[in-house]
T-cell receptor, first 116, second 112 residues
Framework: GAVVSQHPSRVICKSGTSVKIECRSL??????MFWYRQFPKQSLMLMAT?????????EQGVEKDKFLINHASLTLSTLTVTSAHPEDSSFYIC????????????FGQGTRLTVV | TQLLEQSPQFLSIQEGENLTVYCNSS?????LQWYRQEPGEGPVLLVT?????EVKKLKRLTFQFGDARKDSSLHITAAQPGDTGLYLC????????????FGAGTRLAVHP
């Protein structure tokens, strides 16, 4: 069964509103999780590293004020898309790994965000 | 940041055919992973290759890592419709297998 769960799987929101996406590790603790974005028919692009108890680290070109990341517990990271616009419509995917070197990254099932 | 080039970008074949997809870089990979992603889902790890020249098999899938660790291939024998999906190669960064840089992917369609 899934070891990383994302919620919701699909969301439609109006322009200007904010949307929160949750990523949970189900049977292990994850001090670090990662958020990716995938446009239609394209590959995954790393957005940011979510660090439990500290600020997220964002990849170049990703607006930290636009994509707020909170990693308040060892099993939950949230990504909030603030003041969403149609160009933010995308497939957002998180990943998490068990502690240890070279452990496998498990991906959530993704969240399809559509901003209308 | 290393760029991973995948080819072909698209592949449409009939059931029973063989195929090979490639992942290349101008730099040496620390290690390389192959994933398969179905529409509307997250990617699932198929294999990790670490040693130059390494060959790994997963049922009808054969993965090779180039001797110089700059390229890798995925060969599927007797493709089936269930093999349809997006095949992605990815390089782990930061010394672990958690933070990944993905190639552009090969979108495979296997028709009955």
């Amino acid at each position: 069964g899934a070891v990383v769960s994302q919620h919701p799987s699909r969301v439609i929101c109006k322009s200007g509103t904010s949307v929160k996406i949750e990523c949970r590790s189900l049977d292990f603790q994850a001090t670090t999780m990662f958020w990716y974005r995938q446009f239609p028919k394209q590959s995954l692009m790393l957005m940011a590293t979510s660090n439990e108890g500290s600020k997220a680290t964002y990849e170049q070109g990703v607006e930290k004020d636009k994509f707020l990341i909170n990693h308040a517990s060892l099993t939950l990271s949230t990504l909030t898309v603030t003041s969403a616009h149609p160009e933010d419509s995308s497939f957002y995917i998180c990943s998490a790994s068990r502690a240890g070197l070279n452990t496998e990254a498990f991906f959530g099932q993704g969240t399809r965000l559509t901003v209308v | 940041t290393q760029l991973l080039e995948q080819s072909p970008q698209f592949l449409s074949i009939q059931e029973g055919e063989n195929l090979t997809v490639y992942c290349n870089s101008s730099s040496v990979f620390s290690s390389l992973q192959w994933y398969r992603q179905e529409p509307g889902e997250g990617p699932v790890l198929l294999v990790t290759v670490v040693t130059g020249g390494e060959v790994k098999k997963l049922k009808r899938l054969t993965f090779q890592f180039g001797d110089a660790r700059k390229d890798s291939s995925l060969h599927i024998t007797a493709a089936q419709p269930g093999d349809t999906g997006l095949y992605l190669c990815a390089e782990p960064l930061s010394g672990g297998y958690n933070k990944l840089i993905f190639g552009a992917g090969t979108r495979l369609a296997v028709h009955p």
